[in-house]
């Protein structure tokens, strides 16, 4: 539901790489019903994957519908859809997991900043509308440095002489 913007950097490079976080284009109604429903509820439960995606989305809709004195929000995590799995699950709601969000930041902040700044290299030198990310790029120049280390390589003559000997005879 929040993403970087789209037209420019949207991260703070002098101050912790802190993310610039706005509303995804055409999610605003998802966002005001979410805050809507949130008032008028006795309790909030998250249930988005349970990877660092969905725990970094279950942060942001935390992050817009939380207020002091609302709802209590909790995060649910369903490994299965089953009756008994859902029910297991809201039996024992947990806390957002810091970590996973922190973890999903950090990688779209290195694709931003890693995007932003190549890709357009690329549109300049190879075919405009390309894009460059955090492991393309690394895999990419370490590809062209082997290249290059198999372009330079210059064969040089040699011999092995092998000998085999025996005494007394």
């Known amino acids: 539901v929040l993403d970087l913007p789209e037209k420019k950097l949207g991260i703070d490079v002098d101050h912790g790489f802190e993310p610039e976080y706005v509303p995804i284009p055409g999610k605003e109604p998802v966002l005001a019903d979410l ?100 492991v393309q790029t690394v895999a990419l120049r370490l590809i062209v440095e082997r290249e290059r280390e198999v372009r330079a390589f210059v064969p040089v003559e040699y011999w092995s002489v092998t000998a085999l000997l025996e005494k007394s005879g």
């Open 35 to 134: 805050k809507k429903n949130a008032k008028e509820a006795r309790e909030v439960f998250i249930a988005t994957d349970p990877d660092r995606e969905g725990e970094a989305i279950g942060w942001h809709v935390a992050s817009l519908i939380g207020r002091k004195g609302g709802a209590p929000i909790r995060r649910v995590l369903f490994h299965e859809i089953t009756k008994e799995g859902v029910q297991r699950a809201m039996a024992n709601p947990k806390e957002i997991d810091e970590r996973k969000v922190e973890a999903q930041q950090a990688r779209r902040v290195l694709d931003r900043l890693v995007g932003y700044k190549a890709s357009p290299v690329l549109w300049k030198t190879v075919k405009k509308g390309l894009s460059a990310g955090r």
